[in-house]
């Protein structure tokens, strides 16, 4: 144990968790949402990220660019960052519905068991990493520098730079315009009465299928953002990027209350600045671990994780 | 040495069998493994190729690189008894758990890559290994780290796989009073963000990083430090010696990181095997693809000279002194190379992308 | 190798509940004492119960007591706090103040099996059985909170096994009879009809070896018809010796059944009697039963 | 424990088994056992011997990899399939057995000097190792609800892994070498060799069968229908008083405690393990052998951990045109698993008591 | 003719629990449908709103042939359900539940006009506007269920024992309520077990045993019939 290591670099550390937490949060409301509404385990949600990660770079390669690229001005940036979103979010939607028509909805249709929806998550999650896998030789692909990260301000010795705040920034609004859309709008009501009694919501006019498929949609598109945020914050993506990503997003959204969006955000944070912690205080190979003993601490003092669970249906 | 022998019956008597490959052809291990087997396959495909028939056959044993796996494929491998010597384990983790299998049939092997120091004291009679062990490699990396470098402040990390932390390890021991901290890392895919680590090595104020790990991490540390703004050195063991670093970590990056490796460039050797490489496979010679060529072309003159059993060739191993691309070879009693023969250089990535010969570092 | 549970003559008896149509009056003295015996032994006590969830009291300072072998009535309007009381006996819900005493001893913060293994077994007002288990089953489930089988003797199916297993079924087989379901022993209970789980989760109680049964509006979604069976089924339940609480807002079933009511209104104790005191109590009429039509 | 009535009455090769008197089933499960103990000569069979054994891999070493993963299977068909709890960190488990085997055995432990055990020795001490486990990892986590259990336990695993990479005590990657195997000799050769999975693959079927006897015996008692009842409605069973708190915890030592045999044994066949083994893909891999195999009945479990062993050890050498199935077998394998699940959806052999809703939940097929 | 079922269906997997029922709702009525426990009530109204899909025969409505439309599309044409297990949304409070009764409606002003109404229907409702519904007691989720089914202005209101688990005192409300509505305009299908009450405050009624209508007529004659009387009205 080494506390200079998280005292010396306490003000870096938290930021770049932050950093971090903020990506986990916007891969963990795809969770969420998905599991507030079908109480399922959307496994192949982190390749519907991974998708996105390769999405943009395949977007950015028809500019010419690659990880051997020098980093653009100003303008160009901003056009390259639109069309990265714009491609990450068209294919990691796209893909969260395919897996949706092609995986999930045979299933529904058929009256399966849970378990029965979770294997198939399993076997999608599978099938994408490993075509992914074989297509790219298992290798690493590059990020281009689309953002150099400069610093912004300096706090003590703590700086923070254009790329962080722009990846915290965008975890909160789009987690606030999600929330917005979930709680205040009248789509948004019908997902939670899906979510509550899938019966009633349809005798109440709500369209099931519609809001199952938003559902999915919704998530596929945070998905799609936070992989372009990760690309640019780690600089290389893999076949199995999704995968580990998967595991931090999920505690995450269980962490926070799995089923509430404020809870992803929250707990998004809270893992990413955590770990951090955990790598400053007992070294980087400990970081997943310490994530796992702070969640299992967490719910044995809350049972539903930190905010509870909003979406998903209370017990009667 | 036998040389050259165009004797027709001598040769035809000496065909018909099979060199095996035993590593990670899938898996997430797949790539260094795919190294290893490409450069085998080439020393034999040549070999065949000079002969005019398909007179050995190259027969590919997927183990994953897994451990759990090798046993099973192991067996298998066994079966085949037209099998006369074997190119791998790659990894030490699963020569453990095969090369007993192997012992126990008695066929040769010679391992490019598998660099625990442990494996040749377990008495195999099989087992060879044509590189140095991981306790020449780390003095090696340290004298170059005191004396070329010159770092004063050495931040030293690894990723905990058998041969990182055992390369860390020496590293560190040797430096001494030179390492301002240390940090670990998880393995292979998995782990992705390392802002952790990188923020300590900033704010440890160290000139040079040595990791200890392969070029997958490395690469994405490589990139991690640079956009974090880390001006010191990335220094590394054979694991990062992969134009795959530079492919992950984008080249501006990666220029200046430094990777030892006990084996001599191939352009030194002034053959042709790089070209030959890129022209059969379409990719660049990785990480101990050159070795594999020279322990294919070792098991490849052992079969010229007629030792058409297992039996034979392992003999033939104990007496062999071969030139080859990388090194030359010549074989200690439990099967490590000759001392005389070891040989650490430091290569450094350039522009190119790939790591390009620097200087042979003197170990004493 | 001791018998399973010690049992009292009473208790034995219930074991051999008989089928409807043999059931006959056991003769025993505790198993059916006059109506509006009011010297009865006490049973179960609710003590100045109060039960909270955050500003909402369910319960408010709420006490009655219920004597051995009658049947008593839990009535009040809607949300009144039946359920919840209920609830604080069967140990789902804790009171937020005041006692709960089932033969003496406190069952306050005692965990939900215990306290159906100390003899207070009850029904769900919406049905809660086992969905994909047989009606035999459920009820077997029932029959097992007395049993002793280890998981060691069940491993080696050591001679208690076979013991409990076989009387265990059994009772269980027999109990299906009783409430006149046993023709449906080997369905899944998700394919009863409603009717039918009601009774399947009276015979789950009733293998629990209660001695005192609690029904949460057992007649919900019962013809007049059926309800009137069901009045049968709980006077022969109780006839074996079982107490009986019963929750139910159809006042002819509630008039027909119980020897004495409490009324429940806003959490709160506001009569107390025989079914005919409570009919004519004003404060009753105004609160719950308005014009009595349908008591009629 | 299924009334025998509707069990009966249920057609296929099941219907016919049950219905026959109790030797002719008695014999038929006997032919099925010797079956199975033949399996390693099954090349030999002619025309389909060759079709099933697999090319890659050393026939008897993936007969033994079968066992070994049906053991899991069954052991995680216990506390999923049985109790309804989520469990994704199955591996943990196996990590104990296994690491509690190489601890006391291996000379590379540190407590060889003191210990020095012989693999019999070693396997009882482990297996109490993994049921400690199983109650230490339960007894705060079950009164977690499902989901909630599930990454808990998936959390457990990793930090199995973690501890085992990242502590000089279980040597991480370095890993225990020369466990030694299990005992016996033959004509002077030991049993338990190197180079020959035959005698590991028997070993490995009879643990299993011993495992299937005690399993159904618990299945068909008390303690599986508590086990039921809390799966289908947890506070109803324990109004009905289920200790549901107790009975969980069993099913987790239970499942604990056959998961550990299924590491004891893979240990000393291996006689090498490292932390590079126990990942997580590899309980997920079992739990989708579970489910697709028939979560709830132990004959889906086998057949499930069959499967995720068997497809993709099957699938090496295997080509498709010019094209090696081999790089592609985990996507063909993850396709295989969406196929087999839309298409059957309780599993490919599903419980009885499920077997008699599949058919009647799939013509109500609702409108979407 | 408003409702017309004709010759339907319904199998619950080997379950047969409709055996061909056919059955009229005018314009402006009020049906009542009762039988015995499993006869299949429940059913025919499942089929009606949509939630089970019908093996054979078809069900129109205002002209239309609605057999195979959703059922969240059927809402929008004007058919509203209490469903059997009144269906809350445990999560939302009592106003929200009383909101997605009017999901499919815009006008705010009326939406609002309609909550106050069933503020006035049920007090109780109004003094738990906040309350989760989950935690309602189960009478109080009764009334939640018909106040949101009132919620879409149906033209068609089906509603499935509304009296269940309901105090006597509002067993008389809710029937008075049922009266009320269908003088407003709205045309009541209503399964009841109070055939009692059910019968003599609705038009026509029918009788359900096993799967199979056995019996129609007028309220007053069902009342009046022996053989009715006796299955389902009990001994007085
Ligand atoms: N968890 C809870 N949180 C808040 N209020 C609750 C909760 N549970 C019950 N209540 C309230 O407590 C009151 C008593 O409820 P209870 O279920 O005991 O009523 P009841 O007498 O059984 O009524 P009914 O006859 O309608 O079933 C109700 O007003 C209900 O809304
Ligand atoms: N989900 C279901 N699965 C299987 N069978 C069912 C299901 N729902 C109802 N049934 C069966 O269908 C038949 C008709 O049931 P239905 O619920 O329509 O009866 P009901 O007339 O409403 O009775 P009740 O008065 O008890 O509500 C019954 O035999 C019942 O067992
Ligand atoms: C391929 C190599 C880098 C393997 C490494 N030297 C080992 O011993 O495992
Ligand atoms: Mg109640
Ligand atoms: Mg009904």
Same mark, same amino acid.
């Given at each position: ?23 986990i ?19 192949a949600?982190s390749e519907?990220f ?5 999405a943009?770079?395949?977007a950015w390669?028809?500019f010419?660019l690659?990880q051997?690229?020098a980093?653009p001005?100003?303008?160009?940036m ?10 990450a ?20 249709r ?6 029965a929806?979770?294997?198939t ?9 490993e ?14 520098p689309?953002i150099?990260a400069?610093?912004?301000f ?11 705040i722009?990846?915290?920034l ?5 987690m606030f ?17 899906v979510?509550?009694n899938p ?26 953002i ?8 780690i600089g ?9 990503l ?12 799995i089923?509430?969006l404020r809870?992803?955000?929250l ?6 600045v955590?770990?951090n912690?955990a ?8 970081l997943?671990?310490a994530?796992f ?16 669970e ?7 | 040495?036998?040389?050259s ?5 001598a040769?035809?008597?000496?065909c018909g ?16 493994g ?15 190729k ?8 190259v027969a590919?044993?997927?183990?994953q ?13 066994v ?14 983790g ?5 090369d007993?299998?192997f ?17 040749s004291?377990?008495g195999w ?15 090696a990396?340290a ?9 004063t ?5 690894d990723?905990?796989s ?22 670990k890392?998880?393995?292979?895919g998995?782990?992705a ?15 040079a ?11 994405i ?14 220094l ?12 992950a ?17 191939p ?7 790089v070209?030959?490489y ?7 010679a ?8 020279d322990a ?14 297992t ?11 071969y030139k ?33 010969a620097d ?6 | ?17 008989r089928p409807?149509d ?13 109506r ?7 049973l ?10 955050? =500003?909402? @009291?369910?319960? %408010?300072d709420v ?6 072998? #009658? /049947?008593f009535?839990?009535?009040g309007? $809607? ?10 006996m069967?140990g ?12 003496g ?14 003899g ?38 050591l ?13 269980s ?12 022993? =080997?369905? @899944?209970?998700? %394919? ?6 009601r009774?399947? #989760? /009276?015979a789950?109680a009733?293998?629990? $070896? ?7 509006e057992p ?6 018809a059926?309800k ?8 022969r339940?109780r006839d ?14 509630v ?16 009569a ?25 | ?27 038929v ?15 030999d069979v002619p025309?389909?011997g ?13 007969l033994?990899?079968m066992?070994?993963y ?8 216990v ?19 296994a690491?509690?085997?190489a ?18 020795m ?5 297996l ?5 486990a ?9 009164r ?10 998936l959390?457990?695993?990793e930090?199995?892994?973690?501890v085992?990479?990242?502590t000089t ?19 002077g050769?030991?049993i ?8 590991y693959?028997?070993?490995g079927?009879?643990v299993?069968?011993l ?19 809390i ?16 009975y969980?915890l ?5 499942g ?16 090498f ?16 052998g ?14 499930g951990?069959?499967?995720i062993?068997y ?5 090496r050498g295997?080509s498709f045109?010019?094209?090696?199935l ?34 009647d939940?799939e013509k ?5 | ?9 319904l ?39 949509g939630?089970?899909?019908?093996s ?17 599309l ?11 297990g ?8 009592v ?8 999901y ?7 939406i ?11 007090p ?6 906040k309350?989760a ?12 269920a ?7 202005r ?22 008075d ?9 709205t045309t ?6 109070n055939?009692?009450?059910a ?11 096993t799967g ?10 069902l009342?009046?019939d022996?053989a009715v009387?006796d299955a389902y009205?009990?001994?007085?």
């Amino acid at each position: 144990m080494d506390f200079s290591g998280l005292i010396d670099n306490f003000g870096p550390l938290t930021v770049t968790g932050l950093a971090q937490g903020a990506i986990i949060a916007l891969f963990a409301l795809g969770y969420t949402l998905v599991y507030g509404v079908l109480r399922l385990i959307n496994f192949a949600h982190s390749e519907v990220f991974l998708l996105g990660t390769y999405a943009c770079l395949f977007a950015w390669g028809l500019f010419g660019l690659d990880q051997n690229s020098a980093a653009p001005a100003v303008g160009p940036m901003l056009l390259y960052m639109l069309v990265g979103l714009i491609a990450a979010i068209i294919v990691s939607g796209a893909a969260a519905l395919t897996v949706e028509f092609v995986a999930y909805r045979p299933l529904r249709r058929r009256n399966a068991p849970p378990l029965a929806f979770l294997i198939t998550a399993i076997g999608a999650s599978l099938f994408i990493s490993e075509v992914v896998g074989v297509a790219t030789h298992r290798n690493q692909t590059g990020v281009p520098p689309i953002i150099q990260a400069r610093p912004v301000f300096t706090i003590g010795d703590t700086t923070v730079t254009n790329l962080q705040i722009l990846i915290i920034l965008l975890a909160l609004v789009m987690m606030f315009a999600l929330d917005r859309f979930i709680n205040g709008s009248r789509l948004g009501r019908g997902v939670r009465a899906v979510a509550q009694n899938p019966d009633s919501a349809a005798l109440m006019g709500v369209n099931k299928s519609r809001v199952i498929a938003l559902v999915f949609l919704l998530g596929g598109l945070m998905a799609g953002i936070a992989a372009v945020m990760y690309d640019l914050k780690i600089g290389v993506t893999r076949y199995d990027a999704g995968f580990l990503l998967g595991i931090d997003a999920f505690t995450a959204a269980v962490l926070g209350g799995i089923g509430n969006l404020r809870g992803a955000l929250l707990g998004g944070l809270l893992l990413g600045v955590l770990q951090n912690y955990a790598a400053g205080v007992f070294g980087s190979q400990w970081l997943h671990a310490a994530s796992f003993v702070l969640l299992v601490v967490i719910l044995l003092f809350r049972p539903t994780g930190l905010l509870g669970e909003s979406l998903g249906r209370a017990r009667a | 040495n036998s040389g050259s022998s165009s004797d027709d019956t001598a040769s035809e008597g000496n065909c018909g069998y099979k060199l095996a490959f035993f590593g990670a052809l899938t898996g997430s291990a797949a790539n260094l493994g795919v190294n290893i087997e490409q450069g085998f396959e080439l020393a034999i495909d040549q070999y065949n190729k000079a002969k005019g028939s398909t007179c050995i056959e190259v027969a590919k044993f997927d183990s994953q690189g897994e451990a759990s796996v090798a046993p099973g494929v192991a067996r298998s491998l066994v079966a085949d008894k037209k099998i006369l010597g074997i190119v791998g384990p790659p990894f030490s983790g699963e020569s453990e758990a095969a090369d007993p299998i192997f012992e126990s049939a008695g066929i040769p092997t010679i391992t490019p890559s598998a660099t625990r120091v442990s494996l040749s004291s377990k008495g195999w009679k099989v087992f060879h290994r044509a590189v140095a062990n991981d306790d020449a490699q780390g003095p090696a990396a340290a004298a170059y780290i005191k004396d070329n470098l010159k770092a004063t402040k050495v931040f030293v990390a690894d990723d905990q796989s058998a041969y990182g932390a055992g390369l860390a390890e020496v590293v560190k021991s040797k430096l001494g009073s030179l390492v301002v901290s240390t940090d670990k890392t998880e393995g292979d895919g998995k782990q992705a963000d390392f802002s952790a680590l990188v923020q300590k090595v900033q704010s440890s104020g160290a000139t040079a990083l040595f990791y200890g790990g392969y070029y997958t991490n490395a690469g994405i540390i490589r990139k991690q430090l640079t956009a974090a703004g880390w001006k010191g050195t990335l220094l590394g063991g054979d694991g990062m010696k992969d134009p795959g670093l530079s492919k992950a970590s984008g080249v501006q990056a990666a220029v200046g990181t430094v990777v030892t490796c006990p084996c001599s460039p191939p352009e030194a050797a002034g053959g042709t095997f790089v070209n030959d490489y890129k022209a059969k496979w379409n990719q660049d010679a990785g990480t101990y693809s050159d070795v594999a060529y020279d322990a294919a072309n070792v098991f490849l003159q052992g079969i010229d000279a007629g030792n058409n059993t297992t039996a034979k060739l392992n003999d033939y191993l104990k007496t062999v002194n071969y030139k080859g691309i990388a090194n030359t070879y010549k074989f200690t009693e439990t099967g490590e190379l000759d001392p005389n023969f070891i040989k650490v250089w430091a290569f450094k990535f350039d522009s190119s992308g790939d790591a390009k010969a620097d200087v042979e570092i003197k170990t004493s | 190798m001791t018998e399973p549970h010690q049992e009292t003559p009473e208790e034995w008896d219930r074991e051999n509940a008989r089928p409807v149509d043999e059931a006959a009056p056991t003769g025993k003295p505790a198993s059916a004492p006059a109506r509006n015996d009011v010297r009865g032994d006490v049973l179960l006590e609710v003590d100045h119960v109060t039960l909270r969830f955050g =500003g909402v @009291v369910a319960l %408010n300072d709420v006490s009655f007591s219920l004597r051995k072998g #009658e /049947i008593f009535g839990l009535i009040g309007p $809607n949300g009144a706090g039946k359920t919840t009381c209920f609830n604080a006996m069967t140990g789902v819900y804790r009171p937020t103040e005041g006692a709960i005493r089932f033969q003496g001893e406190s069952i306050v913060g005692k965990k939900k099996h215990q306290i159906t293994r100390g003899g207070i077994a009850r029904t769900f007002q919406n049905v809660r059985l086992f969905p994909e288990m047989t009606a035999l089953e459920n009820v077997m489930v029932g029959a097992d909170a007395h049993h002793k089988t280890s998981v060691i003797s069940a491993l080696f199916r050591l001679p208690r096994f076979w013991r409990e297993e076989k009387s265990g079924r059994q009772r269980s087989l027999e109990l299906l009879r009783f409430v006149g379901i046993a023709h449906r022993a =080997g369905d @899944v209970s998700r %394919n009863l009809s409603y009717g039918e789980q009601r009774r399947l #989760e /009276i015979a789950r109680a009733l293998a629990t $070896n209660p001695t005192l049964l609690c029904l949460d509006e057992p007649a919900a979604g019962f013809n007049p018809a059926e309800k009137e069976d069901l009045l049968q089924l709980i006077r022969r339940i109780r006839d074996t010796g079982v107490t009986v609480l019963l929750i139910e807002h159809d006042m002819r079933l509630v008039m027909g059944v119980t020897d004495r009511i409490v009324v429940l209104e806003f959490g709160k104790k506001i009569a107390e009697g025989t079914p005919a005191e409570v009919r004519d109590n004003p404060a009753v009429i105004a609160a719950y039963l308005g014009v009595p039509t349908d008591a009629a | 424990m299924s009334e025998k009535a509707s069990f009966r009455s249920s057609g296929g090769v099941r219907g016919w088994f049950g219905r026959q008197p109790w030797y002719i089933r008695g014999v038929v499960v006997l032919l099925a056992a010797v079956a199975a103990y033949l399996l390693p000569y099954v090349g030999d069979v002619p025309l389909i011997g060759p079709q099933i054994v697999t090319e890659g891999i050393d026939w008897p070493s993936a007969l033994f990899n079968m066992s070994y993963y049906v053991l899991l299977a069954l052991g995680l068909n216990v506390v999923v399939g049985y109790a309804g709890l989520l469990d994704l960190g199955y591996v943990g488990f196996f990590a104990v057995g296994a690491y509690g085997t190489a601890l006391l055995t291996s000379p590379d432990s540190i407590l060889y000097e003191d210990t020095g055990w012989k693999w019999l020795m070693a396997v009882p001490a482990a297996l109490v190792l993994t049921m400690i486990a199983g109650v230490i990892l339960g007894w705060p986590t079950l009164r977690l609800r499902g989901d909630y259990l599930a990454i808990v336990t998936l959390g457990f695993a990793e930090i199995i892994r973690i501890v085992a990479t990242s502590t000089t005590t279980l040597r991480g990657d370095r890993g225990f070498a020369s466990i030694p195997h299990p005992p016996g000799s033959w004509g002077g050769e030991p049993i338990f060799g190197v180079t020959d999975a035959i005698p590991y693959f028997w070993l490995g079927l009879t643990v299993i069968i011993l495992v299937i006897l005690g399993v159904r015996n618990l299945d068909r008692s008390r303690v599986g229908r508590s086990w039921l009842a809390i799966r289908e409605d947890e506070e109803a069973a324990e109004v009905m008083g289920v200790r549901t708190f107790k009975y969980k915890l069993w099913a987790f030592a239970i499942g604990a405690f056959i998961g550990g045999l299924g590491g004891v044994l893979f240990a000393g066949e291996q006689s090498f393990i490292n932390s590079q083994t126990f990942v997580l893909q590899f309980s997920i891999l079992v739990l989708a052998g579970v489910v697709m195999g028939g979560s709830g009945n132990m004959a889906g479990a086998i057949l499930g951990g069959v499967l995720i062993s068997y497809i993709p050890d099957r699938l090496r050498g295997l080509s498709f045109g010019d094209t090696d199935l081999y790089e592609y077998r985990f996507a063909i394998f993850g396709a295989a698993i969406i196929l087999i699940m839309v298409l059957r959806p309780q599993g490919l052999i599903p419980s009885r008591r499920r077997a008699m809703e599949l058919k009647d939940r799939e013509k109500e097929v609702a409108p979407q | 003719m408003l409702l017309e079922i004709d010759n339907v269906t319904l199998a619950y997997g080997r379950i047969q629990a409709l055996h061909g029922i056919s059955l009229t709702v005018g314009q402006g009525e009020v049906v009542a449908l009762i039988g015995a426990n499993g006869a299949g009530k429940s059913t025919t109204m499942r089929a009606i709103s949509g939630l089970r899909p019908v093996s054979q025969g078809t069900i129109r409505f205002d002209g239309d042939d609605i057999t195979k439309m959703r059922a969240d599309l059927r809402v929008v044409r004007g058919v509203s359900q209490s469903p059997e297990g009144r269906g809350i949304f445990p999560g939302m409070t009592v106003r929200e539940n009383l909101e997605m009764g009017a999901y499919t409606r815009k006008v705010r002003a009326e939406i609002d006009e309609d909550l106050q109404r069933a503020f006035t229907l049920f007090p109780r409702l109004k003094e738990r506007e906040k309350q989760a519904g989950g935690t309602l007691s189960g009478g109080e989720q009764q009334m939640l269920a018909v106040g949101r089914a009132l919620m879409s202005r149906p033209k068609l209101l089906l509603l499935d024992e509304p009296s269940m688990g309901l105090a006597p005192m509002l067993i008389q409300q809710i029937f008075d309520i049922i009266v009320e509505i269908n003088q407003q305009g709205t045309t009541v299908l209503l399964v009841e077990q109070n055939a009692q009450q059910a019968l003599s405050r609705a038009h026509r009624a029918y009788v359900l045993e096993t799967g199979r209508i056995v019996k129609e007529g007028t309220g007053a004659e069902l009342l009046n019939d022996p053989a009715v009387k006796d299955a389902y009205l009990g001994v007085a």
